[in-house]
């Protein structure tokens, strides 16, 4: 059992150069979120999808665009990067929203936009 | 205020120790409550999900106090393989809101 899959793992990108970051989940989960982690911050939302054909913004939405591809899948673009978007990027799933219902989380993908 | 503020930590705590975290939460409408571990340079995983009379997973021991918006997580008889951060994860119920602490370092120490 897989859990979430990100994939890359790790990237370096120059200022305005574009990238997919890709999120798999198998679980059958209904919500998927993208976050992002920096030193201080705790993690932050970027964008969520409640369910397959629906996204909306966190808290941290500027310079990114997402696709929630099926059920499976939810990608994360940024079409021009920027140092400031160096950081370590997090894919998450749950089950459902409501009480009690936790998040499971991919291993990460480490992104650096020099 | 942040929403969601923890101890700052570090702690270092020699093994065998107990230890407790803190976590206030500034929302009043918050509706559940985790404790997450995250290893360095590795996900966040769930480590215990809080519930309102509070609860134990062996040597782990997680309360809520509403009145006072306060979580706390307590870890008996510290092991090695409990250094990591922990965060405090507060969800309001609606929607995607999780919001997280910036974490509390642990370290135990031989």
């Known amino acids: 059992n897989a859990g979430v899959t990100q994939t890359p793992k790790f990237q370096v990108l120059k200022t305005g150069q574009s990238m997919t970051l890709q999120c798999a989940q198998d679980m059958n989960h209904n919500s998927m979120y993208w976050y992002r982690q920096d030193p201080g911050m705790g993690l932050r939302l970027i964008y969520y999808s409640a369910s397959e054909g629906t996204t909306d913004k966190g808290e941290v939405p500027n310079g990114y665009n997402v696709s929630r591809l099926n059920k499976r899948e939810f990608s994360l673009r940024l079409e021009s990067a920027a140092p400031s978007q160096t950081s370590v990027y997090f894919c998450?799933?749950?089950?459902?929203?409501?009480?009690?219902?936790?998040?499971?989380f991919g291993n990460g993908t480490r992104l650096t936009v020099t | 205020r942040k929403e969601v503020e923890q101890d700052p930590g570090p702690f270092n705590v020699p093994e065998g120790a107990t230890v407790a975290f803190n976590c206030t939460y500034s929302?009043?409408?918050?509706?559940?409550f985790f404790w997450y571990r995250q290893d360095c340079r590795k996900e966040p995983k769930l480590l215990m999900s809080v519930y309102s009379s509070g609860n134990e997973d062996g040597r782990f021991t997680a309360q809520l106090n509403r009145a006072s918006q306060y979580i706390s997580l307590l870890i008996r008889d510290s092991k090695l393989s409990d250094s990591a951060t922990y965060l405090c994860?507060?969800?309001?119920?609606?929607?995607?809101?999780?919001?997280f602490g910036p974490g509390t370092r642990l370290s135990v120490l031989p």
């Open positions: 998450a799933s749950s089950d459902k929203t409501g009480a009690l219902i936790p998040l499971h």
């Open positions: 994860v507060v969800n309001n119920g609606y929607g995607q809101n999780f919001v």
């Open positions: 929302n009043s409408a918050s509706q559940s």
